[in-house]
């Protein structure tokens, strides 16, 4: 079945940095667009992140920009999100997510509902003292 994987995740202190990485089960990355999620307790997901498979150019919410990096690596098949300077309200599950027969844009993928596409299994992430 085809699926995305995703490693990394874990608790922090304040400050502190994690890696996230997004692998396609039975599928191959080719020019997909690879968005990030995060959903915190009792709120709303929050589109996070995305970079083309076209040509690599990525997109950043307000949230994040300056802080969390996203890379793709097609010959590792794999799309990290690097998080830096992490604080407590960066704390919830991470996703990520593709969908393999839509628009291959960033602005397609980040506002696809959570029925749409691939997505991965989830992966915490705490920032706490």
């Known amino acids: 079945q085809e699926r995305l994987v995703q490693s990394g995740g874990g608790s922090v202190q304040p400050g502190g940095s994690l890696r996230l990485s997004c692998t396609p089960s039975?599928?191959?990355?080719?020019?997909?667009?690879i968005g990030w999620f995060r959903q915190a307790p009792g709120k709303e997901r929050e589109a996070v992140s995305c970079?083309?498979?076209?040509?690599?150019?990525?997109n950043y919410s307000d949230s994040v920009k300056g802080r969390f990096t996203i890379s793709r690596d097609d010959d590792e098949e794999t799309v990290y999100l690097q998080l830096a300077n992490l604080h407590p309200g960066d704390t919830g599950v991470y996703y990520c997510?593709?969908?393999?027969?839509?628009?291959?844009?960033?602005?397609?993928?980040?506002?696809?509902?959570?029925?749409?596409?691939?997505w991965g299994q989830g992966t915490q992430v705490t920032v706490s003292s």
């Open positions: 970079i083309t498979g076209t040509d690599a150019s990525t």
């Open positions: 039975e599928f191959s990355l080719d020019y997909y667009a």
């Open positions: 997510a593709t969908d393999r027969f839509g628009p291959l844009s960033c602005d397609y993928v980040l506002k696809m509902a959570a029925g749409i596409g691939t």
